[in-house]
């Protein structure tokens, strides 16, 4: 394997216990397995496996070091390796096809550059992308669902990876947590602002997305938002070589004309446009096919998306990724008379949820420009009272609520997977 970490197949390979089920350790575990390794998948947040027995241990990069699992392996000086190089190891070792690789990390940003990425992508080549929207093959710029409710997990890229060859895929785009997993031909980091605190606030998140470097395959091109202070092959957003204007791209003294969709939510996505631009055109895609696949773009379903009807306007900003500031940003485009909004945390499908007190000093602060107000989410009960706002225990039981209203304007902000 091509990481160096002591995996190798076979009677003198090592027996390896994978942690965290939760967050992929069973096909991780599984495909361990099916590459001749000795390996099983535990669940460590409610029980503690005994691991004296083991050789290696594979752990999430977000586990915290006062696990008992995790603290017991260390202890017992167990070589410990996150899911990020498990994954990208055993990978590695099925590669042989020319179908070309791209992983996406970042503070902000992902899924959007993923999604725009395999459009872009798709006009000159078949795609799968692997995103929190799920696994979606892409010809010519349209996209197709194949499975929907994967997390972004270093794990489900081992079903992405599947996928793809399956498919006959000749690109495969995955979006993925807290780092890359070493196999892509092309890494690009969104960026590195809005840092947060991981493993029970030991490191922050910034730390484990720099696997995209150091984790990198020889040969592999490394893209990076200028905010991230690195030294990649391309640097992109504002400071960058190749950066996005409202209507053009901007590639080193190169300048292409950009005819974006009127609604599009520039400022939300600019940074998005440029990484998908950079990525495209270090792939050998053409500047003008690049231009010409983003041209009437006006957003993607759940990133402030714009939806016209005959008597109502919808603003959908429902995604796993929301944080506050976005909830204020799109507070600021619905902005008007007799706005309907559903703001909060989809509890159930979310596993970082929003930062309550700062979402809930906004809306104090906000409440007297939204008409009627529907909060979602357990967390959000007490703040439901003191604003005089509606409850709903989901994004789907707020959207009906607010529909009873039949408004002219309705904004949907709620913390999901869609």
Known sequence: ????????????????????????AAIIARLMAESGLRAEAFEVYHSIPNLSD?????????????????????????????????????LAEEEGSSMEVFEITGTHSKTSTALLLAMILSWQKKVLSHTTRGLEIWEEGKARLLEKGLS??????IRAMQAAQASEAEALVCEISLGGTGLADYGIITSLSGDYPIAGATKWASTAKL??????????????NA?????PEVSFARGGRIFARPDALIFRRDEVHLDLGQDLDFQGYETAIAAAAAAAEQAGIPKDTIAMALSGFDGFSG?????????????DSSNSGLKVRDVQRAL??????NLVAVIGEDSQTVCEGMNIPALSDLLRQRRSEIAKLILVGERLVPLATELGAAFASNLQQG???AQKESPKRLLSCVKCFR
Do not use: C, W
């Open 399 to 401: 959207l009906e609520i």
């Open 1 to 24: 394997m091509h990481r160096n970490t002591g995996i190798q197949a076979g009677d003198r390979g090592p027996r390896v216990a994978v942690l965290d089920t939760i967050h992929g």
């Open 332 to 337: 600021d485009r619905a902005s008007g008379s």
């Open 152 to 157: 972004i997990t270093p794990g489900n890229v």
């Open 227 to 231: 905010d991230a202070r690195l030294s």
């Open 303 to 315: 990133r402030m998306k714009i939806k016209r009807l005959p008597n109502q306007t919808i603003y």
């Open 54 to 90: 083991f050789d290696m241990v594979a752990a999430p990069v977000h586990l915290p070091p006062g696990n008992p699992a995790l603290s017991q392996a260390r202890r017992a000086q167990k070589r410990i390796i996150t899911h990020h190089q498990a994954v990208g190891e055993l």
């Open 211 to 224: 696997q995209m470097l150091s984790l990198a395959k020889r040969g592999a091109k490394i893209l990076a």
